[in-house]
């Protein structure tokens, strides 16, 4: 299984983006999809997570603001981002659950600054 992420860049703050990830290769049956984030000189955190059947879990930090969603048919997850702040700068990876393992995909550079 790979994951390709795309979608980040640089954004001033109060800005948007929009991040993707799609899987590909030996796909079964995906269950759990999600996006984390590593800060330089942070340890990765769990950003949001959506399961097969739609439910969403977002962290304190990023509720209200950011929007996970998927499309199943396309194996590909999404992440909307808004109101973007400079601590939401990161490395932001995607992740998918898939037959009792984690698959992870290279990261993508979102850079929050004016």
């Known amino acids: 299984v790979q994951l390709q992420a795309s979608g980040g860049g640089l954004v001033r703050p109060g800005g948007s983006l929009r991040l993707s990830c799609a899987a590909s290769?030996?796909?079964?049956?995906?269950?759990?999809m999600a996006w984390h984030r590593q800060a330089p000189g942070k340890g990765r955190e769990l950003v949001a997570s959506?399961?097969?059947?739609?439910?969403?879990s977002y962290a304190d930090s990023v509720k209200g603001r950011f929007t996970i969603s998927r499309d199943n048919a396309k194996n590909t997850v999404y992440l909307r981002m808004a109101s973007l702040k400079s601590e939401d700068t990161s490395v932001y990876y995607c992740?998918?659950?898939?037959?009792?393992?984690?698959?992870w995909g290279k990261g993508t550079l979102v850079t929050v600054s004016s």
């Open positions: 992740s998918e659950d898939q037959g009792g393992s984690r698959y």
């Open positions: 290769g030996s796909i079964f049956s995906i269950d759990v």
């Open positions: 959506i399961t097969s059947g739609g439910i969403t």
